[in-house]
């Protein structure tokens, strides 16, 4: 008889978060607005035998031809418990469903650290994870 399968969020946090304004007031005093640069990578790590840690790592860029106005660099992580699985369901789990869950929080994290940084709020689209069929 087969156990349960259960997939269970047991913690997110913000593992880590950098702003810098490299250009000091020039940026503020700017004329012409700055392009919005974004990448994001995801990362998985198996812990134990049923936990994982998931991690979504962003870079945010706001320059112009002339300055930097800002760049933003964060980390934010989800442990979870996944137990039962097949390592295929697994590898479903952790490449699209953990990072679907982690990228609405490190969205509100990008747009509160420009915001704090004093810039316009950086306003990134959703993003799905899973893959694109053909």
Known sequence: M???KS???KKTYVKDLSVEVPSGPEAFLSKTPPKIDFKVDRNNLKIN???YVVSL???VN???DEITFFVIEA???GIFEIKNYDENEVKQILDISCPNILFPYLRTIL???SVNAGFLPVLIQPISFAPIKN
């Open 2 to 4: 087969s156990e349960n």
């Open 7 to 9: 997939f269970t969020i």
């Open 49 to 51: 035998q049923d936990d």
């Open 57 to 59: 790592t962003s870079e």
């Open 62 to 64: 706001a320059k112009n």
């Open 75 to 77: 980390t934010f992580s």
């Open 111 to 113: 747009c509160d650290a």
